[in-house]
């Protein structure tokens, strides 16, 4: 069987490759000791920060695949934060938000602490919310108790199915198999072979927002490409829809099929 | 008059002469035009930088990146009395113009290392390999830092081709490219004597213009000049050749439908590519990287990663951080030009306007890499008769399916074949396998064409794929119609003060003379507006 001699091969080849260190080269390191420079004066200059804070590192792992380093989303799609009012108007609506969810935002209660989500909102109000202030670690508890008005995080996963898209009953048998090998063949070699992303470099497919809630996006991307993500329209419609599938539901993502159908955008 | 108008010389209207009016009258996105209504954007626009003039002493242009893109920037604005700091990532400059040699490492996101072992004298062009003679901005360039050429072979009619699981008898039979090449013509301009003769041709033609056209095919495809039929060509090949004791006695052709089934003739020659002479540096491209290197080098400052890209009404800010202590320093200017490819400048925080990042995010890389591998003997000249030029297979994942024999070092012992050529998925593809196995899959390509002596000969492999190299993440930008229509004239404007420079700001992608040349376009632009902004 070619898919088994395959597996037999990728095997090897990880031992070979991955074995000898995930160091990653690029380390952009995180949290290094903050370095204030003196600016150098011409004229008025931009007035981003110089500080290496943990809320912009956040900022970069968990919300600029949908928001954008700029803040400024994708247009009709993830809102904008520059010039939004949620971001520089009172903390409460802001932190309910970024706790429950809303719409195809994730909400983030689980996944980061008080203080994790304190950093990352101020960040996001001292970059985007025009003399907003920032958010303590006690104001995140206390909005934790708060009665959630927002769609919660599981409930997200069925917006495909609601939708009126079947499940796996369009597939093949065997199409986690044939999946397996293209993800193999196309998509680890960059995202890893658990789909953990290489800092810096390629994001992670494991618990990546972009991947685990609209599937829009996710097939725009895949289709049309973006910076070192080539467009792979050369897979058919079946096989990015197994592919996509595939990586919805591995290394941790619960998140609903993508089916042909919506690959060739007839839904 | 129009005073820039002065420059053009007068004469008959050439091409060259015909752009360099359009140049003049509605600048470079109008020549663009010209060029894309001609498609032929394979070749150059320009063969010199503008010609600027004027000192702009104490102002200062902040470049990133120092590619061929970045270095011609600051060797050009030098001239003119700017200051022109290269802020560069990497160890060391040349960006994606490199040659790997006997001692190179190659390190790969995900941790494989490869140290490559060819012996002295050999090399790989991982990336840029050839110069058009139609890319005359990166002649110039060639020419003005004394960078030593030779003529590289790009194609090559006694290079084999074979092409497996295809209909017909010629499936999986190793041929000379000189047989397709001769026999295709040869049956084609048989047929269409026939039709002439035949008077079936959809064409009013008097009997003049009949002789002329059958005359015309008789020679075009070396054709019996007594009864224009087609029995085979000496341009194919000959059974035995001429020689001393003999005349030589030719061979025979294929058949025409064996052909046509079988794909070769439709699959050969390539319809893209240079047409005319094609040059290489002498000793590896890196050589052109090496010249504008040494040209610039008091400006270069490497290990510096850019953080942050931030502007204001009056200048630029950039912040870097030094790879090695981690220190971060800001470097102001008034003027940024950013070559940095688009797959790590969209991810680099800045305060670029949304239209800008939008058209930024709007192209994606086409990933790509090579495999060469050294042979201890030259077989392919001492045995078959192949300088250069290239066989061709259609082997699963065997990129382009070009093997690609070297130009240097004709008729020596031992020289390294460019064994495979990859981009897109075929490149993923094979990127995905280990080290090992690529060379492994790479000389099972080429068995195809050269059976057993091709392993046998085989001495040290290595491969190099851009996607998988830090600060590249692709070989080269891929512009899909729909981008290139509703966002390449954005990224042809700057954003406030920042101008982007490289091969994706061309037409040329992926090819050097798009780098030189975006850069020529940005710096005329940066010139006439410092001027009219003022002094420091």
Redesign the interface.
């Known amino acids: 069987m070619r898919r088994r001699k395959v597996k037999a091969?990728w095997g090897?080849?990880q031992s070979?490759?991955?074995g000898?260190?995930?160091?990653?080269?690029?380390?952009v390191?995180l949290l290094?000791?903050l370095?204030a420079?003196p600016?150098?004066a011409?004229?008025?200059?931009?007035?981003?920060t110089?500080r290496?804070d943990p809320g912009?590192e956040i900022y970069r792992v968990q919300c600029?695949a949908c928001h954008?380093?700029?803040g400024?989303g994708i247009?009709g799609v993830f809102a904008p934060l520059a010039g939004s009012e949620l971001v520089s108007g009172p903390e409460g609506p802001l932190l309910q938000v970024i706790l429950d969810g809303r719409e195809l935002m994730p909400g983030f209660a689980e996944l980061l602490g008080d203080e994790e989500i304190a950093a990352v909102t101020s960040f996001i109000r001292q970059e985007w919310g025009t003399g907003a202030g920032s958010v303590t670690p006690e104001a995140v508890a206390a909005a934790r108790g708060l009665p959630s008005q927002g769609v919660p995080a599981d409930q997200l996963r069925d917006v495909a199915t609601e939708a009126g898209v079947g499940p796996s009953n369009a597939f093949p048998p065997g199409w986690r198999e044939e999946a397996a090998v293209l993800v193999?063949?196309?998509c680890?070699?960059?995202h890893?072979p658990e789909g953990q992303g290489?800092e810096g470099?390629?994001p992670p497919l494991s618990g990546n927002p972009v991947v685990m809630t609209a599937p829009g996006p996710l097939i725009q991307v895949v289709r049309?490409?973006?910076?070192?993500?080539?467009?792979?329209g050369?897979?058919t419609p079946e096989e990015l829809s197994w592919v996509l599938s595939y990586i919805r539901s591995s290394w941790g993502n619960q998140a609903p099929p993508i089916t042909p159908e919506m690959v060739r955008g007839d839904l | 008059m129009n005073p820039s108008l002065g420059s053009v010389p007068s004469g008959p209207l050439t091409r060259r002469r015909f752009l360099k009016l359009v140049g003049a009258v509605g600048g470079t996105p109008m020549v663009m035009q010209a060029l894309n209504a001609w498609d032929l954007s394979m070749s150059s626009t320009r063969d010199a930088p503008p010609p600027l003039t004027g000192d702009r002493e104490g102002r200062r242009v902040i470049i990133l990146g120092a590619g061929l893109a970045g270095m011609a920037a600051a060797y050009e604005l030098e001239k003119l009395g700017y200051d022109t700091p290269i802020l560069e990532a990497r160890p060391r400059a040349g960006g994606r113009c490199i040659t790997i040699r006997g001692g190179s490492e190659v390190?790969?996101?995900?941790?494989?290392?490869q140290r490559c072992e060819f012996d002295q004298g050999h090399y790989l062009n991982p990336g840029p390999w050839r110069i058009p003679d139609e890319h005359t901005s990166t002649l110039h360039y060639c020419r003005e830092l004394d960078v030593p050429l030779e003529v590289l072979v790009n194609r090559n009619p006694w290079g084999w081709i074979r092409f497996d699981d295809v209909e017909g008898p010629l499936s999986g039979r190793r041929l000379r490219q000189a047989e397709v090449l001769a026999d295709m013509r040869g049956h084609v301009t048989d047929l269409l004597a026939r039709s002439v003769h035949q008077d079936a041709l959809d064409l009013e033609l008097t009997p003049a213009d009949r002789e002329k056209l059958v005359a015309f095919l008789v020679h075009e495809g070396h054709l019996n000049p007594q009864d224009a039929t087609y029995g085979g060509a000496t341009r194919r090949g000959w059974a035995t050749p001429p020689g001393a004791a003999g005349p030589g006695e030719p061979s025979d052709p294929h058949d025409f439908l064996d052909l046509l089934r079988s794909g070769l003739g439709a699959g050969f020659p390539p319809r893209w590519g240079p047409t005319g002479t094609v040059f290489q540096p002498v000793g590896g491209m890196d050589q052109l990287a090496r010249a504008l290197e040494r040209a610039v080098s008091h400006n270069i400052r490497p290990h510096r990663e850019v953080k942050?890209i931030?502007?204001?009404?009056?200048?630029?800010?950039v912040?870097v951080?030094d790879?090695r202590s981690?220190?971060?320093?800001?470097?102001?200017?008034d003027y940024c030009i950013c070559t940095i490819p688009?797959?790590?400048l969209?991810?680099?925080?800045?305060?670029?306007s949304?239209d800008f990042?939008?058209a930024m995010?709007?192209?994606?890389?086409?990933?790509s890499g090579k495999i060469g591998l050294q042979f201890r003997r030259r077989f392919w000249e001492e045995d078959d008769g192949i300088y250069g030029g290239y066989s061709v297979t259609n082997r699963p994942w065997s990129g382009d399916g070009h093997i690609s024999y070297p130009s240097y070092g004709w008729n020596r012992e031992k020289g390294v074949i460019q064994a495979y050529y990859g981009h897109?998925?075929d490149a993923?593809?094979v990127?995905?396998?280990?080290?090992?196995?690529r060379i492994e899959h790479a000389l099972a390509i080429g068995e195809a064409v050269h059976p057993d002596i091709y392993r046998e000969e085989f001495e040290t492999g290595i491969s190099f794929f851009f996607?998988?190299e830090?600060?590249s993440?692709?070989g080269y930008s891929?512009w899909?119609d729909?981008?290139r229509r509703n966002h390449f004239s954005r990224l042809l404007e700057p954003d406030g003060r920042v101008y982007l420079s490289g091969e994706h700001i061309s037409h040329l992608t992926s090819w050097m003379a798009g780098s030189f040349e975006s850069t020529w376009m940005q710096i005329e632009k940066i010139h006439e507006r410092s001027g009219q902004e003022g002094g420091a």
């Not at chain 2, 969209?346 to 670029?352: E, F, K, Q, V």
């Not at chain 2, 995010?361 to 990933?367: F, G, K, Q, T």
């Open positions: 091969r090897r080849a070979l490759r991955w000898l260190g995930a160091v990653g080269i690029m380390g390191l290094v000791p370095v420079m600016a150098v011409r004229g008025t200059v931009g007035e981003g110089v290496n912009r600029q954008q380093a700029s400024e247009e193999e063949y196309y680890a070699v960059c890893q290489v470099a390629y049309e490409g973006r910076g070192g993500m080539p467009r792979f050369f897979l | 390190r790969e996101l995900g941790g494989g290392i942050e931030r502007q204001g009404e009056e200048g630029v800010r912040v951080q790879t981690g220190d971060r320093e800001e470097v102001t200017g688009l797959t790590i969209i991810n680099i925080p800045s305060d670029l949304g990042q939008r995010r709007s192209v994606a890389y086409n990933p897109g998925g993923l593809r990127s995905a396998m280990s080290p090992r196995e996607h998988l830090p600060y993440l692709g891929s899909s729909e981008a």
